[in-house]
């Protein structure tokens, strides 16, 4: 699930509807655990893009996190 235009849509942009409502719920709850209140719309794609992952590519993303040097290079600090 993601926010295209304000609205939520799922990965095809088709709006929240009876059948992909689940979705929303389970991205809602991880965002909601991770960040408490401080909700953004870059901390739900953040945990929108980790679920849609492999298990190969989340591997990945979790090394590169580890190199904080490499994420301040890669953001110009």
């Keep these: 699930m993601q926010i295209v235009n304000g609205k939520w849509v799922d990965k ?3 709006p929240v509807d009876y059948f992909n409502f689940n979705q929303l719920k389970e991205v809602s709850e991880n ?3 991770l ?3 401080a909700i953004t719309y870059e901390r739900i794609q ?3 893009s980790l679920k849609s992952l492999s298990d190969k590519q989340e591997s990945i993303i979790a090394n590169l ?3 904080h ?5 890669l ?3």
């Design 12 to 14: 095809y942009e088709n």
């Design 31 to 33: 965002v909601t655990a």
């Design 35 to 37: 960040y408490g209140d």
């Design 46 to 48: 953040l945990v929108g």
């Design 65 to 67: 996190l580890q190199d």
């Design 69 to 73: 040097d490499l994420i301040s290079k």
């Design 75 to 77: 953001a110009g600090l």
